[in-house]
Nanobody, 124 residues
Framework: QLRLVESGGGLVQPGGSLRLSCVPSGDHVFAYTIAWFRQAPGKEREGVSCISNVGDYTNYADSVKGRFVITRDNDYTVYLQMNSLKSEDTGIYYC??????????????????WGQGTQVTVSS
């Protein structure tokens, strides 16, 4: 089991940027794929982006391609740089960790460890 702590959410105007951080702790942190999911009010949780344990594979939802970038540093902290934000990006963003994640990496059932979430609000 991993503990995941997210930070970096907030209120930003359309067109602005935010950077989310996810700090994992626990056993075998190096072995987990990390992903970001989001959930808007009244909508289902959706996968936003993921990065493999060694950082050699990344994937993005079509809605954020070209605007969001996921990275992972040497202590396994994962960042989600969000640029050109739109109102439809508003929601609670969750960090998740999965072991032996298959497929696109954006399916929530692949992940067994979740953070508490951080609110992102894009509004003028």
């Amino acid at each position: 089991q991993l503990r995941l702590v997210e930070s970096g959410g907030g209120l930003v105007q359309p067109g602005g940027s935010l950077r989310l951080s996810c700090v994992p702790s626990g056993d075998h942190v190096f072995a987990y794929t990390i992903a970001w999911f989001r959930q808007a009010p009244g909508k289902e949780r959706e996968g936003v982006s993921c990065i493999s344990n060694v950082g050699d594979y990344t994937n993005y939802a079509d809605s954020v391609k070209g605007r969001f970038v996921i990275t992972r540093d040497n202590d396994y902290t994962v960042y989600l740089q969000m640029n050109s934000l739109k109102s439809e990006d508003t929601g609670i963003y969750y960090c998740a960790a999965g072991w032996n994640v298959a497929g696109t990496g954006l399916a929530s059932e692949e992940y067994g460890n979740w953070g508490q979430g951080t609110q992102v609000t894009v509004s003028s």
